[in-house]
């Protein structure tokens, strides 16, 4: 049967394949739409394997936040190269994922998980199948890194202008002014916390800067009870630094940052997520 331009053009519009690609398989499908779809999926799919060697060390980081501001995702999309990173195909296409992360329920799904899922932005595909559509166009090796899902009284977010660092993260109230919460991410990301409390550092971590800290006192010859001041004093300071409540927030001098939120209203830090490529 005759495949008309309007088909192919159709297909084009849909898939975003080239106008050649979708002819010869509107050809094949001998007009069949919905089979042609799946000629080029199979087509691209067995593209992208052959290129799946090919290391990931680019990409974007993504949040989308909900409208009522309780709900957020950040996502982390791998490609091979920077330009392609920085096309409006590749970021659409991580505006996509995040999109459909902040949609489920989990707050740390895994990375199949997610490639199930339907995509918000077309509810006949999956997100494994977003990413073959896109190679089509794109020709790089994608692969999704991984996501995670914060809920809240506020959920903000922050993506460095180069789209390679962001950070979510969720308060228990919407801080006043709204600033507070910008100037927040800005912290994070700056900071890099490791935890939000103090109980939240990892013991192990705490244990070796006692044990480092104990032994150069002792090695100093330090009395017992002056040398656990200064290891004590020293755990102080390691978790003043890595824990983001008692650090010293990088707006506001000498002041920390569980005092800043107080101040705005928000007693609590929920979660934060952190992300970065390369």
């Known amino acids: 049967m005759s495949i008309t331009a309007a088909q192919v053009k159709s297909l084009r519009d849909e898939t ?16 069949d739409t919905e089979q042609a779809k799946d000629i080029l999926q199979k087509k691209y799919k067995g593209k992208m394997e052959s290129r799946s060697g090919n ?29 392609v990173a920085k096309t409006d195909r590749f970021i659409a296409l991580s505006n996509t994922f995040a999109k459909t992360a902040a949609s489920q329920n989990e707050s740390s799904p895994t990375v199949d998980s997610v490639l199930a899922l339907r995509s918000v932005d077309h509810a006949s595909r999956t997100l494994s199948d977003e ?33 390679k660092s962001g950070v979510l993260v969720a308060l228990d109230a919407k801080p006043n002014p709204e600033s507070v919460a910008t100037d927040l ?8 916390p490791v935890a939000i409390e103090r109980d939240g550092v990892p013991a192990a971590a705490i ?3 006692r044990r480092t800290a104990r032994e150069i006192a002792e090695s100093e ?4 009870q002056i040398a656990e001041k200064i290891v004590e004093g020293k755990v102080n300071a390691y978790c003043a630094e890595n824990a983001l409540m008692e650090q010293e927030h990088v707006k506001v001098s ?10 705005a209203g928000v007693k609590k830090v929920i979660d934060f997520a952190v992300f970065k490529i390369g």
Do not use: W
């Not at 060390?57 to 409208?67: P, T, V």
């Not at 800005?186 to 900071?191: A, I, W």
């Not at 010859?221 to 017992?224: D, I, T, Y």
């Not at 000498?254 to 101040?263: A, E, H, I």
């Open 207 to 209: 244990e070796r800067v």
């Open 131 to 163: 990413i073959t559509e896109a190679f089509g166009v794109i020709r790089e090796n994608i692969k999704f890194a991984g996501c995670r899902r914060l809920t809240g009284g506020y959920v903000c977010g922050y993506v460095h202008h180069d789209g």
């Open 254 to 263: 000498k002041t920390k940052v569980r005092d800043v939120l107080s101040q």
């Open 55 to 83: 290391e990931t060390g680019e990409g974007r980081i993504s949040i989308h936040l909900s409208e009522d501001g309780q709900t957020g995702a950040i996502v982390d999309l791998r490609c091979e190269t920077a330009p």
């Open 185 to 192: 991410c800005h912290h994070v990301t700056f900071s890099q």
């Open 221 to 224: 010859g330090k009395p017992p």
């Open 16 to 31: 975003g394949l080239p106008m050649m690609e979708c002819k010869s398989a509107l050809a094949e499908a001998k007009g």
